[in-house]
């Protein structure tokens, strides 16, 4: 499998001589997803983060989804200050630099979602993380700041409460059951995929969890209240 580095070199031997040419706008690339197949070349970090067009191939996966591709015929997506997009972008290779934003109706998420990512994620408060540990684990030895509890023992028939008793037992929203911005954890992942387990029969299918959960996050020196 060729990593996007490695696409980029082969790329660059063909089309060295073109200067880099790199779009921003998302009104052109709307238009042109039609037409083109999208190759995300971005980091995991990114897909985690900002989430990636459904449909669209991994640059690694570039020729072995399909192998009959051509360059003529993809768009390339490509992280901000990435060295690599200077090398793949030119005339003859479209890419995309710009915010997946405008396209939010199609997008997608990795269900599972790292240190580095959930970190951003919680800065920005872009999810709702739900620890399903019991709730004398959150005193000792602590929770990540910024989560919710329900207990795995109560799910799934938490989220079968009327919205208005789940906001005031619970103090948040109940997600939307499409809903692709809750994160799962616990001590160290577990349980979590025990409440996914529990709660897709319900039709909450875009669930995601922090595998590491509470244990990574304290090995890696996330904040602990």
Request: charged share 25%; proline share 5%.
């Amino acid at each position: 499998m060729r990593s996007a580095r490695t696409l980029a070199s082969s790329l660059l031997l063909s089309f060295c001589s073109s200067a880099p040419v790199i779009y921003t706008d998302s009104h052109w690339l709307s238009s042109s997803v039609g037409e083109k197949t999208v190759i995300d070349a971005r980091s995991d970090l990114s897909r985690q983060v900002s989430g990636y067009l459904e449909g669209s191939i991994l640059a690694s996966e570039y020729h072995q989804e399909d192998p009959s591709i051509g360059l003529d015929g993809v768009i390339f997506v490509v992280d901000d200050e990435d060295d690599v997009a200077e090398e793949i972008c030119s005339e003859n290779v479209l890419c995309y630099r710009g915010s997946l934003e405008p396209f939010s109706d199609l997008l997608t998420f990795p269900k599972v979602v790292d240190f580095n990512a959930l970190s951003i994620l919680l800065e920005e408060n872009r999810i709702v993380l739900v620890d399903v540990r019991n709730s004398s684990e959150l005193v000792n030895p602590g929770k990540i700041p910024g989560s919710f509890n329900i207990p795995l023992y109560e799910i799934p028939e938490a989220f079968s409460l009327e919205p208005e008793q789940f906001l005031e037992k619970y103090k948040f929203q109940l997600p939307a059951k499409d809903a692709q911005n809750v994160v799962l954890t616990c001590r160290s992942g577990r349980r979590v995929k025990i409440a996914i387990r529990r709660l897709e029969p319900l039709g909450f299918t875009q669930l995601r969890s922090y595998d590491g959960s509470f244990r990574d996050w304290v090995a890696r020196g996330g904040e602990v209240v």
